[in-house]
């Protein structure tokens, strides 16, 4: 089997922290090669495109990359219309840098942005990955946007000829035959101090899951090893083995 050097780029669903990664699953099928994971809490498209983008440019080696962005551009919006803490939340992350996309064609345009600058540095493949859920009750108002992005992120990778794992298509045909809770981070203390802990390992990730009668993450985003496995699955096909 041919080393790969990939580089995943993303939020906290690819930085794996709280509930189950997603890469370890990848490491373990392909134990040569080298996954860099470029993951971080919060981001958004704008951060994902300034931090990959900076990455890029000291360090181009990589046989494949990987973008999963968008989930924070819609969180981060809902977040401003809630209670302080929440505004707070948002505000802290857009001095980090995780600036939230204002409507759907500021996303996709900063999404092209993000493209057409990876492409200026390197000409290696690029996967895609639609957004997953956004709670796993598919008539919230956040999935309802999230089908609106999905929409964005397919038409990028079309037209510019790049790999699409659909991950939301795969979760959206589970949770429709699926019981499914209306339930988004329901608590924010509890999602921010607690929720990481209780799911460091994957049992105790998919104990967390059960409890709240969940099917495919622990919180209404953040995955049990169930929707880790999706991803990977999904990614892993992506991966062309002769190149």
């Known amino acids: 089997m041919i080393m790969k ?10 930085k794996g922290e ?21 993951g971080r809490d919060g981001d958004t498209v704008f951060g994902i495109m300034n931090r990959t ?3 890029l440019r000291k360090d181009s ?8 962005a968008g989930h924070n551009d819609i969180i981060l919006s809902d977040f401003m219309e809630k209670s302080k803490v929440h505004v ?24 092209t942005e993000l493209i057409r600058s990876v492409r200026d540095i390197l000409p290696s493949p690029i996967i895609l990955t639609t957004l997953s859920c956004l709670n796993e009750d598919l008539l919230a108002p956040t999935n309802e946007k999230r089908s609106l992005y999905n929409q964005g992120i397919r038409k990028i990778a079309s037209e510019h000829n790049l790999r699409l794992a659909d991950i939301a298509e795969e979760f959206d045909s589970v949770l429709k035959e699926s019981t499914c809770r209306d339930y988004f981070m329901n608590s924010l ?15 105790g990730a998919d104990k967390l899951s059960k409890k709240r009668s969940l099917n495919l993450t622990i919180d209404g ?17 992506g ?3 002769d190149e």
């Open 5 to 14: 050097r990939i580089l995943f780029a993303g939020d906290s669903i690819t």
């Open 18 to 38: 709280l509930g189950c990664g997603y890469l370890p699953l990848i490491a373990q099928q392909f134990p040569s090669f080298e996954l860099v994971n470029l």
């Open 53 to 55: 983008i900076s990455h």
């Open 61 to 68: 080696r990589y046989d494949l990359i990987v973008i999963a």
């Open 88 to 111: 707070s939340i948002v505000k802290n992350l857009k001095k980090k840098g995780s600036i939230a996309a204002s409507d759907y064609n500021e996303f996709v345009s900063t999404y």
């Open 189 to 203: 203390f509890t999602s921010l101090l607690f929720d990481q802990w209780k799911s460091k390992t994957q049992a």
């Open 221 to 237: 985003i953040h995955l049990n090893s169930r929707g880790a496995e999706i991803y990977a699955k999904l990614l892993t096909a």
């Open 239 to 241: 991966f062309d083995m």
